[in-house]
């Protein structure tokens, strides 16, 4: 089969994907990853082949700006947040549609697998030339961003003689159950971490004597205006005997002043490299960091941003392997009594490890192939 992957030129849309799309490629299918063409050394680094359906895109100025370009007031709610999402992901849409059902019409795949945000173009580029497409999902709670996105590509929708956004064929959903999921209907399929291929860092191989903590807040966060957030975080927790490891985009570092001495790495960092190293994460409650973590059996501390999966990080904190510290309460000491509680209890690190076996019993992407399989040949 010929297998067309779409996503959005941004890491956590795409590395949640990486793994189906090697499974694909493994089990002798032909992929080709669709993406902006500003995203090509990422798609490459990843081992897999990319056409362009457009040139280079920011994601800060489609989510930041209307049609016309105007700067666009910032969410205050989660409610205005999945519609600000969902109507910016709508505006990448508006971007790569074109491209993307050029490349339909003439690569001829025979099934189009999109990420879960930026579905708008592949779902229309799909329809347009008969060709099944699945969705899969980024990680647990997916905002409910597809009223929005029809909302804003209906002048698109109508261009193409449709009455509506089609829906995906299938849905892969890598929720595990103690998180909520996977989501009635959907496949479920496992979350593999997936991080940028590299060097593992000599001090994550190393024995430590001291627990070892990650802080971070993500890919998008700290550019945003939260990286004053991620400095009070990481203070706070560097006055226990910690060591510390700051992940953050290696251009905000120096922004960031004067670095504790219990530091031992900063900068971009590979979670998947990194993450087998500590014994805690501090972060903010992004999906894919959150998956990662808990993949690796981490207990977490997790600061929700504004748009995170609330009630799947309360469902991981009732569970046991993980503390929300609201930001409304946050206080260095609340931070700091947070890390304590995890890093005391043996119990809190057992629940934690409950949940990366959760994750494990899943179906592997490889088993997600055969499902695939049987839905073009249906």
């Known amino acids: ?32 990853v669709a993406a902006p063409d500003s995203f090509e050394p990422v798609i490459r680094g990843a081992g897999l082949r990319m056409a362009p359906v457009s040139g280079p895109l920011d994601m800060g100025d489609v989510m930041g700006r209307d049609r016309n370009g105007n700067p666009l007031k910032v969410p205050d709610t989660d409610e205005e947040m999945a519609d600000g999402v969902g109507s ?24 189009v697998v999109t990420e879960s945000y930026s579905f708008g173009a592949a779902a229309l580029a799909a329809a347009a030339h008969g060709v099944p497409w699945a969705k899969h999902t980024v990680g647990p709670g997916d905002l409910p961003i597809v009223p929005a996105v029809a909302r804003e590509l209906a002048p698109e929708i109508k261009e193409s ?27 479920p399929i496992r979350y593999v971490p997936y991080g940028e291929p590299g060097l593992v860092p000599g001090w994550s191989l190393r024995p430590r004597s001291t627990p070892r903590v990650l802080v971070t807040l993500g ?43 219990n530091v031992v790495a900063a900068g971009w960092q590979s979670l998947t490299a990194v993450l087998p190293g500590c014994d805690l994460a501090v972060h ?67 629940r934690a490890l409950a949940v990366r076996d959760d994750i494990a019993a899943q179906p592997s992407p490889l088993r997600a192939v055969s499902v695939l399989e049987d839905l073009v040949t249906a």
């Open 1 to 32: 089969m010929k297998i067309l992957v779409n996503t959005g030129p941004a890491h956590p849309l795409f590395f949640p994907v990486v793994p189906l799309a090697w499974a694909l490629h493994a089990a002798g299918h032909q992929v080709l």
């Open 88 to 111: 910016g992901f709508a505006r990448l849409a508006t971007r790569t549609l074109e491209g993307t059902r050029d490349l339909v019409g003439a690569w001829r795949p025979d099934l």
């Open 161 to 187: 003689g449709l009455d509506e956004l089609p829906a995906p064929d299938l849905v892969l959903d890598n929720c595990p159950p103690l998180m909520g999921g996977p989501a009635d209907g959907n496949v």
């Open 219 to 261: 890919s998008v966060q700290p550019q945003i205006g939260g990286l004053p957030a991620l400095g009070e975080m990481l203070r706070a927790v560097a006055e226990l005997p910690v060591e510390l490891v700051v992940a953050v985009a290696d251009h905000l570092l120096p922004q960031l002043g004067g670095l504790p001495t």
């Open 284 to 350: 903010h409650g992004g999906p894919g960091t959150m998956m990662a973590c808990s993949s690796h059996g981490l207990p977490q501390v997790v600061v929700p941003g504004r748009g995170k999966p609330l009630a799947e990080i309360r469902r991981l904190t009732e569970h046991g392997g993980a503390v929300e510290v609201p930001p409304a309460d946050l206080t260095p000491e609340a931070l700091r009594e947070a890390c304590r509680t995890l890093l005391d209890d043996p119990e809190r690190r057992e």
